[in-house]
């Protein structure tokens, strides 16, 4: 039974009064909700446009067509998804718990959720292939990741991610039959069997993240005794190859500890997700702990661009460019951004 304070802030009403088989509908009300539906929006109007300032900065300037800034581009496109899809979406249903859209808009939307999602775990995980690459073998990284590899791999990824959710559905019967779907008429609500979502947390969560973390453990050992090195180095004399190589080493260390934060950010924020899986099959709820767990992982779309600002100066220099419409003159593409190694 809800309690009294709770029932004079949600007015329940009929998904389509017309209709017998019709969800009841829950409109969340008041000042706070108003607040809470004004800031959502603002966070994902924010997180399009931060993401677009990265997807325009890489895609346009030639200095930045580098292996893993193509894959910061591919973080950057599912996160975009994120704050052009899935935040409206998730924003409509926080405020009104009704589905208007039809059955295969709800599919869509499904789709695009997961993709976005299992889209930026795949590009996480090249990441940290490619900064364990750099870091353990600085001299033949340029060798052994190139673009077109990066491309092909990008490709890969998210051509396994579309397979995967797609089968996820078939084997739920969600691309058989639309009863599934919905338990009475204006809902959008996946019901995944138990069994999938043991499937999902593994390989969609405890894999991936063990590889990460694996990876990053030993990027923070070997960046440890590179700075030992290179504190020793400091003191004697040395060529100016080692003194390449050195550098070398420490610019990919430091971007690999860059790129650490957005890892460990996102894995913050889905241990709580993954957790609540365990213990409710259905993917999406009107609960408010479950928005709240949603929610934790639309915000890591917004943070990615945020710790690019902070930590790249290439970033800050390329959104200048673009802010000012500088991008539109011809040689601007060809500019140098690199004022120092990042």
Wanted: glycine share 2%.
């Amino acid at each position: 039974m809800e309690s009294k304070h709770y029932s004079q802030n949600i007015t329940v009403q009929y998904c389509f009064p017309y209709i017998n088989s019709s969800c009841r509908k829950e409109v969340r009300t008041g000042p706070a909700y108003i607040f809470l539906f004004f800031f959502l929006s603002c966070v994902s109007v924010f997180t399009v446009f931060l993401n677009l300032l990265v997807i325009i900065s890489i895609s346009h300037f030639k200095q930045l067509h580098t292996p893993t800034n193509l894959l910061i581009l591919s973080l950057a496109v599912a996160d975009l998804l994120v704050g052009m899809f899935v935040m409206p979406v998730n924003i409509m249903q926080l405020i009104d718990s009704c589905w208007y859209l039809g059955e295969m808009a709800c599919t869509v939307s499904l789709v695009v959720s997961f993709m976005s999602a299992s889209g930026s775990l795949c590009s996480l995980v090249l990441i940290a292939v490619d900064r364990y690459i750099a870091v353990t073998d600085p001299l033949l990284y340029s060798m052994k990741i190139t673009v077109c590899k990066t491309v092909l791999l990008i490709i890969i990824g998210w051509s396994f991610v579309l397979f995967y959710i797609l089968t996820c559905l078939y084997s739920n019967d969600h691309l058989l039959s639309s009863e599934i779907f919905t338990s009475c008429y204006g809902e959008c609500v996946i019901y995944v069997k138990y069994s999938w979502v043991l499937v999902d947390l593994v390989v969609c969560f405890l894999a991936p993240c063990s590889v990460i973390l694996v990876l990053y453990s030993i990027i923070f050992k070997v960046a440890q005794r590179q700075a030992k090195a290179v504190k020793a180095v400091m003191t004697s004399v040395m060529t100016s190859n080692n003194h390449e190589a050195q550098s070398s080493n420490v610019s990919e260390t430091k971007a690999a500890k860059t790129l650490s934060i957005t890892i460990f950010v996102y894995l913050a924020c889905y241990i709580p997700y993954y957790i609540g899986s365990l213990t409710d099959s259905s993917l999406t709820s009107s609960s408010m702990v479950w928005t709240v767990f949603i929610w934790l992982i639309n915000i890591t779309s917004s943070v990615n661009p945020l710790i690019y600002a902070i930590f790249y100066p290439w970033f800050r220099a390329s959104v200048k460019y673009v802010l000012t419409c500088k991008i539109f003159v011809y040689p601007s593409s060809r500019l140098n951004l690199f004022t120092k190694h990042v």
